[in-house]
């Protein structure tokens, strides 16, 4: 696969991605924690991601 096929669907993947979190900025959302990862970022999950 060449670079400019994974750009196109890179972009399609963020502007999806983008319309689902869209979808939650008014509302109230559920933040829970993993243990994975090194970072207090890395360890947060939210429902949002979830829809992702």
Avoid at 11 to 18: L, T, W
């Amino acid at each position: 696969m060449d670079l400019c096929k994974l750009g196109d669907i890179a972009i399609e993947a963020a502007i999806s991605a983008g319309k689902v979190i869209q979808k939650h900025l008014d509302n109230d959302v559920l933040i829970e924690n993993k243990l994975a990862g090194s970072s207090y970022a890395s360890q947060v999950v939210t429902e949002v991601d979830r829809a992702l």
